[in-house]
Each structure stands twice: as structure tokens, then as C-alpha cells.
């Protein structure tokens, strides 16, 4: 079955593949449909906390064939990688936080500002956990953000962009809870608490259409998630490296390596034990450098308790899950992207738009008088 994917800028030939032979051996953005019944899953940040071109740090993009899309984290680095999968901010504008550390929440500005300067209509929606106090809440951390983006903010506004898209929504929800904290359009979410340094983490299951996504951020193996990740489709669960690895690479010393790569953490042979205890369609681990020289001792650490489906996740990989199959493979990530969404077409879809739209207001009298005459011409 074709169709075409239209763009401002060219017209897509585009698939809706319905059997696994059918897929390209990789993922093109923009060439296939997504079916009414399927889920694209994709790993937009598998690293760790410190950047690397390779690695964001954890985030994971949920497409559903209803049209819905959800982040699951936003760690630092990965809208770099969204943007390779030229889904529209339009849509992608709902983000689940499993906890406050700027490895799982550090691009949020990026996609909420990014995103209001590229034409995104609405506003940005979060939900994320209490803490112990409400200074370690995900709302003080949002209200937080937004002040210290007041003069972004401000300028852009006075620059001409309208206010709606700027705003940022804040839903906390108690972490403490085994509690559904979003359900809409068949979707639903399911928050639960997770075991990392302080009260707050959580990890999340979403149920579409008898289709199952759970996810952890960071936590130490926990009942919580063997509860809730029953029988999961997919099944995204932390594992650190190996401890050897953390005092190799890192250089920690021993007794902080098992701390942090054992306890406050997942250690692989712990993350299979998780898998083993679910039982998932596909077993998905992340959240370590994946590399030549540390993925073979992870994968047999994880294979020494699990022996089922395992992917050690790296960036841009991309599963396609229905009833009947998960297909799993690579996206090609071009990395020149503009924003798939023109401000005509924006302006088209809601009355009140940016550039071009009615609401078009730049306000140069918010300067000083004697920077407008500082100006080479006028
Ligand atoms: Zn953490
Ligand atoms: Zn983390």
C-alpha cells in the first residue's frame, strides 16, 4: 500500500509496511506510514549522564498509530536526534519524566523553546513526581525553568511569537503511587515508584490497543516494575556497566563502583533478572556506553540471568511493534533538519499562528533608544 507523506518542502513516496519483509532494512523517516494498530518506538538517548556525540542521555520517543506521540525522559542531547525523526513538535509536545536529573530532563528546554520557535501551536505538557518536598517536585523544577528562561521568553514574545506555544504545563503527580496519571484517546499511563538516592523516581507502563511500553529511568531493581512490566511488549529497563567497567573507564575506586554500578543503579546481571521476571516480547537495556569494548561483558552479564529477547539499545535504533511482530533497526538520521512544519502550514491549521499569522506583533520599542540608534540602518 503507498501513500504520500507531504511535507512544505517535497512530496514523499511513502509505505505502510504490514509484515516484517516488508520494512526497509532501515528506518528512512518520513517513507512509512504507521499503521492504525502498530507502535515505532524509538531510542532517542540510551548514554549517560556525560554527553557524547554518540549518546544522549535517556529519552525515548512512543509514536502510536492513532497519531498520539509521547516522550518518555528527555536527558540532555537527544532533540538533536528527535529532529533526525522529523516528527512535528506539533505532535511530540507531551513529555513523562521518571525523575529530576538533568540526564532524563535536560533537553526539555530545548523541545519547548525549539519547538515554540518552530511553529509548534500548543503548549508543552510534562507530568513527572513529587519529591519528599516540594522543592524536589517536577512543578517547583518546571516553574523553576520557566523563570530562568524569563528573558528568552520575554525577547521572543516582543520578537513576534505568540504566547500560547510558550507556555510550559506542569502536572505532578504523587510518586509514592501505583497510579494511572494520564488516559485519553485509548492511551493509558501508569506511574510507579522506583528505587534511586531519593523519594521521587518513578517508572512508567503505557497501554494502547493491547500494545505495552514499560520504562524505567534510573532505579535499582524493583518489585514495582516486575509488577507492572508483566508480560510487556517492550520492556526499556536501565543497566549501568559492569563494575570492572566503572573502575576501568571511570576510574572509581572499587567501593564506589559497586555502590553506584549496584545499588543506586542497575547492575546488568540484576537488569536480566528483571527481564526474566516479566517475561517480555522483547527486552530492551540501556543506559551505558554501548561499545565494542563494554556491550560483550553486558550482554553476557544480562544473558547470565535472562535468556530471553535482549537489544542492547544505542541511539536512533527503532522498533515496530504490532500484535504479530517487533521489528527492530537502525534509523538513518540525516542531520541537516528543519522543522517539518512551515509557518504557512501552521498558520493554515490554526488561525491565530506565528510569522505570517494575525497574531504577528513584533515590538521593536522594548529596546533602549540608544541601541535603535546604534543600528548601522534602520
Ligand atoms: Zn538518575
Ligand atoms: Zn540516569
Known amino acids: ?6 511535507t512544505h518542502r517535497k512530496i514523499t513516496t511513502a509505505t505502510r509496511p504490514t509484515k516484517p519483509e516488508e520494512y526497509r532494512d532501515h528506518y528512512y523517516p518520513k517513507t512509512e506510514i504507521l499503521g492504525d494498530d502498530e507502535m515505532r518506538i524509538t531510542a532517542l538517548g540510551t548514554g549517560m549522564p556525560n554527553l557524547r556525540p554518540s ?21 540532555t542531547g537527544c532533540i538533536a536526534g528527535f529532529a ?10 507531551k ?8 540526564d532524563h530532563c535536560g533537553d526539555l528546554p530545548a523541545l519547548w523553546i525549539g519547538g515554540w520557535v518552530a511553529n509548534r501551536a500548543t503548549p508543552v505538557y510534562v507530568w513527572g513526581p513529587s519529591g519528599s518536598r516540594p522543592e524536589l517536585g517536577t512543578a517547583y523544577f518546571v516553574e523553576h525553568l520557566r523563570k530562568a528562561y524569563t528573558w528568552d521568553i520575554e525577547s521572543r514574545h516582543a520578537g513576534g511569537l505568540l504566547q500560547p506555544p510558550s507556555e510550559i504545563i506542569v502536572e505532578e503527580f504523587d510518586y509514592s503511587k501505583t497510579q494511572v ?6 492511551v493509558t499511563v501508569t506511574a510507579f515508584p522506583a528505587i534511586h538516592i531519593l523519594d ?5 507502563r503505557l497501554d494502547w490497543n493491547g500494545l505495552s ?13 516486575v509488577e507492572n512490566g508483566q508480560n510487556a511488549d517492550v520492556a526499556v529497563h536501565e543497566s549501568f556497566i559492569t563494575v570492572p567497567q566503572l573502575m576501568e573507564k571511570q576510574g572509581f575506586p572499587e567501593a564506589q563502583a559497586v555502590k553506584i554500578g549496584t545499588e543506586v543503579h542497575t547492575s546488568p546481571e540484576a537488569c536480566g533478572e528483571v527481564f526474566a521476571a516479566i517475561n517480555p516480547r522483547l527486552a530492551v537495556a540501556y543506559h551505558f556506553f554501548n561499545d565494542w569494548d563494554t556491550a560483550p561483558d553486558i550482554r553476557d552479564a544480562l544473558k547470565s540471568t535472562y535468556d530471553g529477547p535482549l537489544v542492547l539499545a544505542t541511539d536512533n535504533m527503532v522498533f515496530n511493534v504490532t500484535k504479530e511482530y517487533i521489528k527492530t533497526r537502525m534509523m538513518v538520521a540525516a542531520e541537516d533538519i528543519w522543522p517539518p512544519e512551515s509557518a504557512q502550514e501552521a498558520a493554515e491549521r490554526d488561525e491565530v499562528m506565528h510569522f505570517g499569522g494575525r497574531g504577528w506583533n513584533y515590538d521593536p520599542d522594548k529596546m533602549s533608544e540608544w541601541l535603535v540608534e546604534g543600528q548601522l540602518h534602520d
Open 1 to 6: 500500500m503507498e501513500n504520500k507523506e507531504i
Open 55 to 75: 549518546q544522549a542521555s535517556a529519552a525515548w520517543l512512543v509514536e502510536l498509530g492513532n497519531g498520539d506521540t509521547f516522550f518518555f525522559d528527555i536527558g
Open 84 to 93: 533526525s525523526t522529523m516528527v512535528s513538535y506539533n505532535r511530540a509536545n
Open 95 to 102: 513529555v513523562f519524566l521518571s525523575h529530576l536529573h538533568s
Open 181 to 186: 496519571v494520564y488516559e485519553e484517546n485509548g
Open 200 to 204: 521521587g523516581p518513578v517508572s512508567f
Open 213 to 225: 511500553f514499560v520504562y524505567s529511568g534510573d532505579t535499582h531493581a524493583n518489585r514495582w516494575y
